[in-house]
């Protein structure tokens, strides 16, 4: 997969890509993630990219030229292209899990006041990481691809993400590692007992009462 970020912040992206599971699945070839600066799409002199708003207000606002020629260089036939914006598509498992399967992801962060409305017509589909506003798309931008890029094939270990949140709409089960006791808070009998059938069992159990406490809502959709 091939993930393209426009920012006007690139140094934002550094300890992303050069940490831990996101830089391994870059080392492994899984995955190429550009991160490129809509300045260089600028046609003034200046690499002006954001003006003021028609009307007055608050705040810069990004222009059509510079994001609308990146997108246009940078689309090919398999791309979907994404806004970052919280008016948009609540992000989660099942959309990360959608993104998964195509082939280029370019994933447009907006900053300051937000971006020309007209840029807008020119994506494919618009995503907000929750109903809360950040400075910026940058953040959007690195949990959608982190999201999207522990999911492809390799990157994490399958065992690992089976039973993870928000797979079949459940939680995940509690996990515990050493030491057995700790402050006289002891880890379940039946993790230490060997058993691997009984321990799956009790895993279950666990993800049907984690989600029941915490978030029923989950269930409902199961039976959706
Ligand atoms: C300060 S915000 C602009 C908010 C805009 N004026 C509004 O109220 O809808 C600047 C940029 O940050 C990004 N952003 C902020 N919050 C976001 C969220 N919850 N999800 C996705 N992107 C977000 C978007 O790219 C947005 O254009």
């Known amino acids: 997969m091939k993930i393209d970020i426009l920012t006007l912040f690139p140094n934002m992206f550094q300890g992303f890509l050069t940490e831990s599971i996101i830089k391994r699945a870059i080392q492994k070839d899984l995955v190429e993630i550009n991160i490129i600066d809509f300045r260089d799409y600028s046609l003034d002199k200046h690499k002006k990219v954001d003006d003021t708003p028609y009307g007055g207000g608050a ?67 618009e995503i ?20 999207v890029v522990r999911l492809l094939d390799g990157v994490i270990n399958t065992e690992s993400s089976t039973f993870d949140s928000y797979t079949d709409n459940l939680l995940d089960y509690p996990t515990y590692t050493k030491p057995e006791n700790f402050r006289g808070l002891k880890v379940p009998e039946i993790l230490l007992s060997g058993n691997h059938e009984k321990i799956k069992e009790y895993r279950k159990l666990e993800q049907i009462k984690n989600t029941q406490k915490r978030r029923p809502d989950l269930l409902e959709k199961k039976n959706d």
Request: with cysteine; net charge negative.
């Open 59 to 125: 705040g810069m606002v990004l222009m059509c030229e510079p994001v609308v020629r990146a997108i246009e260089d940078l689309r090919g036939d398999d791309s979907l292209v994404i806004l970052t914006c919280p008016q948009g598509k609540t992000f989660n498992e099942g959309v990360a899990t959608k993104l998964k399967e195509y082939h280029h992801l370019i994933i447009v962060c907006g900053h300051y006041e937000g971006y020309d409305e007209r840029i807008r017509n020119f994506v494919d589909m």
């Open 128 to 147: 907000s990481i929750g109903d809360y506003v950040l400075t910026g798309g940058e953040i959007p931008a690195m949990a959608i691809t982190d999201s």
